[in-house]
């Protein structure tokens, strides 16, 4: 069974940074995502990255600011995030997904990803 365990969160000021990690038990091949949940809004689409790490795709809010990268020989995926503002507060959720047809599209979908973790709580002060 596949398991995802997001770390990092944390209060920071506007302007700061934190850095968002995710341990992900099972084989290194899914193509993994951070989607966020602010309170009282839908769950949007951060960043994402092909299995390989060659490919990465961003939310408009977020690109130039945040970095998503990952290491497969840890199984792990992190999402540097810089120049924080109090937007940028919500629930940050890591996923994997098995066997996404890669796209613009498909890559930002929720839906196409199959496991998800508990998420980790980011807030930005003002």
Not at 13 to 29: E, M, N
Not at 53 to 73: E, H, K, L, P, Q
Not at 116 to 125: A, I, L, M, N, Y
Request: hydrophobic share 35%.
């Amino acid at each position: 069974q596949v398991q995802l365990v997001e770390s990092g969160g944390g209060l920071v000021q506007a302007g700061g940074s934190l850095r968002l990690s995710c341990a992900v038990s099972g084989r290194s091949t899914y193509a993994l995502a951070w989607f966020r949940q602010a309170p009282g809004k839908d769950r949007d689409f951060v960043a994402a990255i092909s299995w390989s790490g060659g490919a990465a795709w961003y939310a408009d809010s977020v690109r130039g600011r945040f970095t998503i990268s990952r290491d497969n020989a840890k199984n792990t995926v992190s999402l540097q995030m810089n120049s924080l503002n109090p937007e940028d507060t919500a629930d940050y959720f890591c996923a994997a997904g098995d066997q996404i047809i890669v796209s613009d599209i498909t890559m930002a979908d929720q839906d196409e990803y199959d496991y998800w973790g508990q998420g980790t709580q980011v807030t930005v002060s003002s």
